[in-house]
């Protein structure tokens, strides 16, 4: 799966095998030279420049992981990881990846974690992060403030323990069809919610299933309902 090249003392180009002139559609035996493949495969002048100075200072001098956003023969774009390492000669060996799926999966997560820290911050919102045995491993100040309960107290608890008992089916209906469906996740469900001391909040409960290490964890947000009683399982009967 991976390309790999050899290239002299001045970068020029020694050995490549199949796989790196694949990945773009264009090998560097073709230019000679990594600079002359660079100016190949980099969309715009400034952004080749910035690979170029980047190349030279990281890759070839300093002997360092980089990868760049380059472009394919058929003009997509993708992102390759260079991982160099100097030979006793004096070469330098060079291994070429496609990184472009695992880039976007951690650029979705930072966006997920962004968007999380976002939420958790929310004074209006209450969110509790739960793992998969469905024990809270944190909350926000917002659920606190809504339910009466320290941190501390709602880490020692399950999250179906102050959901009121009516309402405990069709929230784990509403949770088992949203992990398969992405678009009831986009749904809320309204349900009631015990209070510390006594009473029930009404509210509407979305979830985000997130995976981790050690996970998966599920983020609950509860948003409180200013409508009447909630309606509970009936809601998945509409």
């Known amino acids: 799966p991976y390309g790999l090249v050899i290239l002299g003392r001045n970068e020029k180009f020694l050995y490549g095998n199949a796989r790196h002139?694949?990945?773009?559609?264009?090998?560097?035996?073709?230019?000679?030279?990594?600079e002359a493949w660079l100016r190949k495969v980099c969309p715009g002048e400034q952004h080749c420049r910035e690979v170029i100075s980047s190349w030279r200072t990281h890759v070839w001098q300093k002997q360092l992981v980089r990868s760049y956003a380059l472009r394919t023969v058929e003009g997509s774009m993708v992102d390759i990881e260079f991982r160099p390492k100097l030979m006793g000669d004096g070469r330098l060996l060079v291994t070429m990846a496609d990184v472009t799926e695992r880039r976007r999966s951690e650029e979705a997560w930072l966006l997920s974690e962004v968007k999380f820290k976002t939420l958790f911050g929310s004074k209006g919102i209450g969110m509790a992060l739960v793992d998969r045995t469905g024990r809270i491993c944190t909350v926000n100040s917002a659920l606190e403030q809504m339910l009466g309960y320290s941190v501390a107290e709602l880490r020692a608890m399950a999250f179906d323990d102050f959901v009121v008992a009516g309402d405990r089916p069709g929230k784990r209906e509403y949770e088992a069809l949203a992990r398969q469906d992405p678009q009831l996740a986009a749904e809320e469900f309204r349900l009631g919610l015990l209070k510390k001391g006594g009473g029930a909040v009404a509210a509407s409960l979305g979830i985000a299933v997130m995976d981790e290490q050690g996970g998966p964890f599920t983020a609950y947000l509860v948003r409180p309902d200013k409508g009447s009683a909630a309606p509970g399982a009936s809601a998945l009967q509409q």
């Open 21 to 34: 002139a694949e990945l773009l559609g264009v090998g560097l035996g073709e230019v000679d030279t990594v």
